[in-house]
């Protein structure tokens, strides 16, 4: 099934609360060659829709995510911290959004 993500992405992880209710996660790239940044999609039971999440720098990548309800989500990966390892990552938000 398409999905809206960047040309450049990719998709790591999904979790599903309902049939008309999930969360996928994972990383894109704005452009050829540049840093990665975080993805969320949600699906509605119709359609996947690309979900704003915070931008905590460059190289980042969300590689899994679990919902206990329609009400909290969590994702998890890494980012780069400015310094020459990567820094570990949780997001949180609501299922759907």
Known sequence: ??????????LSGVACV??????AAGNYW???L???????????GTTW?????????PLGGLFGVSCASADFCTAVGDYGNGTSRSA??????TAGT
């Open 18 to 23: 309902s049939a008309t209710d999930c969360t």
């Open 88 to 93: 570990t990552l949780i997001e949180t938000g």
């Open 1 to 10: 099934m398409p999905t809206p993500k960047p040309k450049y992405g990719r």
């Open 49 to 57: 829709s690309q979900s704003t999440v915070p931008d905590k720098g």
């Open 30 to 32: 704005p452009t050829p």
């Open 34 to 44: 540049k840093n990665t940044r975080d993805l969320v999609e949600s699906w509605n």
